[in-house]
């Protein structure tokens, strides 16, 4: 089965960092996507991750450890903008483009 | 170059009525995904269709839902038969090949709701 597990909502302060955990479980796992969703807007791509380590994106980087079926985003510099919410998707071998998507994580940036 | 497109944006039906959901893919991809978001969760993949093909159907209620993705047009999502608990929103993306290793591009989404 595939099961993937990121917490419901976050709160953090405009200006800081806020590190987003997302763990799952998956056979044949191919690779871990994270999209933001604005309330009421389409998903948008934000990062990929396929290979253990970090990945850098100018203020996201997002992380994975295939090892342990883990994966995190993280965000700096926080903005007002960046409240939204944050889904972890992964991908599995031979199902095509096919993404199995976790509940997603409120964040709240406060000013 | 346009990004996906879906119409309507927003769809009212009564309950037993029939709904079809549009999904225009970017040009030159010929790979289309259906997701629904049920209001507070997360996306579920519904359906992949390639060119005349249904790929992978695993998401699909097994009744009163169907699709397709036509050799001219878009692809189409139908349900009939509405009920209130098909209440969501329904995404489709599309890719240029069958990996997707660069996150595909989602359409703005169609909202249905069924009164």
């Known amino acids: 089965g595939q099961n993937i597990d990121q917490p419901t909502e976050m709160t953090a302060t405009e200006g800081a960092i806020v590190q987003i955990n997302c763990t799952y479980q998956t056979s044949g796992f191919n690779g871990l996507f994270w999209y933001q969703q604005h309330a009421g807007e389409a998903p948008t791509f934000l990062s990929y991750n396929v290979l253990d380590g970090l990945e850098e994106k100018g203020r996201f980087s997002s992380f994975l450890s295939r090892s342990k079926g883990y994966s995190y985003l993280l965000l700096k510099e926080l903005q007002m903008k960046d409240s939204a919410s944050y889904l972890c998707?992964?991908?599995?071998?031979?199902?095509?483009?096919?993404?199995?998507f976790g509940q997603g994580t409120e964040l709240s940036v406060k000013p | 170059n346009a990004g996906v497109m879906q119409n309507p944006r927003h769809l009212v039906r009564r309950r037993g009525q029939e709904a079809r959901l549009r999904c225009s893919p970017m040009k030159g991809h010929s790979h289309v995904y259906w997701y629904r978001q049920l209001p507070e969760e997360g996306l579920k993949f519904m359906v992949y269709l390639q060119k005349e093909n249904i790929i992978d159907e695993s998401g699909m209620p097994k009744e009163r839902f169907s699709a397709e993705f036509p050799k001219e047009g878009p692809s189409i999502l139908r349900i009939q038969q509405v009920v209130r608990g098909d209440s969501a929103a329904y995404f489709c993306?599309?890719?240029?090949?069958?990996?997707?290793?660069?996150?595909?591009?989602f359409g703005s989404g169609t909202r249905l709701t069924v009164v």
């Open positions: 993306a599309s890719s240029p090949t069958e990996e997707n290793n660069y996150g595909y591009t």
């Open positions: 998707a992964v991908s599995v071998y031979n199902q095509g483009g096919k993404l199995i």
